[in-house]
Nanobody, 122 residues
Framework: QVQLVESGGGSVQAGGSLRLSCAVS????????MGWFRQAPGKEREGVAV???????LYADSVNGRFSISRDNAKNSVDLQMNSLKPEDTAMYYC????????????????WGQGTQVTVSS
């Protein structure tokens, strides 16, 4: 049984930082593209960042230079470091397994986590 469990969300002021973690069981994070997506109220789910098995990363233009995706093969986890947060980053953030290593990443992924809320106040 595959499980993706996100953690690290919370409420911060604009300019602050958060680090999201996605702990994965039943699936090896290094064999396919892993990604982070987000969905704000009333909006469609959108890709934030993806990381390929070879370590290549892609980012949404809106977060490029502020967010960083990384993978820990030993822990079988994927993290998203978010710096210089803005109110428009407020959303539910989801970890995804076996998305595409292209942009925008596919949303018909194999597995989703339950999401972690990020709220950025001005």
């Amino acid at each position: 049984q595959v499980q993706l469990v996100e953690s690290g969300g919370g409420s911060v002021q604009a300019g602050g930082s958060l680090r999201l973690s996605c702990a994965v069981s039943g699936y090896t994070v290094s064999i396919n593209c892993m990604g982070w997506f987000r969905q704000a109220p009333g909006k469609e789910r959108e890709g934030v960042a993806v990381i390929s098995p070879g370590g290549r990363t892609l980012y949404a233009d809106s977060v490029n230079g502020r967010f960083s995706i990384s993978r820990d093969n030993a822990k079988n986890s994927v993290d998203l470091q978010m710096n210089s947060l803005k109110p428009e980053d407020t959303a539910m953030y989801y970890c995804a397994a076996r998305t595409s290593c292209t942009w925008p990443p596919r949303t018909d992924v194999a597995y989703w986590g339950q999401g972690t809320q990020v709220t950025v106040s001005s």
